[in-house]
């Protein structure tokens, strides 16, 4: 069983940073690939970034302003992210697997089996 708790989550104008953070706690093993969802009213959950054995995915609409972290030590995984734009604006989730997906060129909530409450990350223009 894994627990996944987010924070970190605000309202920030455009152009301004937020750092998310997932405290992760259960077995290390159903951990191996560790990602952040967004959803945003009336629209599907779509992929943000994953980390998995030190590789890192980043849907295109976020590369070269948010980066996916992680701290073993502490079990969290963070989502730091600058550069914010109103369509940022999303209830952003934390996930889990156990499986690798260090290469898999996709990002899809299908394939991630524990899930965290969310945190609401609000940007105004």
């Known amino acids: 069983q894994v627990q996944l708790v987010e924070s970190g989550g605000g309202s920030v104008q455009a152009g301004g940073s937020l750092r998310l953070s997932c405290a992760a706690s259960?077995?290390?093993?159903?951990?191996?690939?560790m990602a952040w969802f967004r959803q945003a009213p009336g629209k599907g959950r779509e992929g943000v970034a994953r980390i998995s054995q030190g590789s890192t995915y980043y849907a295109d609409s976020v590369k070269g302003r948010f980066t996916i972290s992680q701290d073993n030590a502490k079990n969290t995984v963070y989502l730091q992210m600058n550069s914010l734009k109103p369509e940022d604006t999303a209830l952003y989730y934390c996930?889990?697997?156990?499986?690798?997906?260090?290469?898999?060129?996709?990002?899809?909530?299908?394939?991630?089996?524990?899930w965290g409450q969310g945190t609401q990350v609000t940007v105004s223009s």
């Open positions: 996930a889990a697997t156990s499986a690798v997906y260090s290469w898999w060129p996709l990002l899809l909530p299908r394939d991630f089996g524990y």
């Open positions: 259960g077995d290390p093993s159903s951990r191996k690939s």
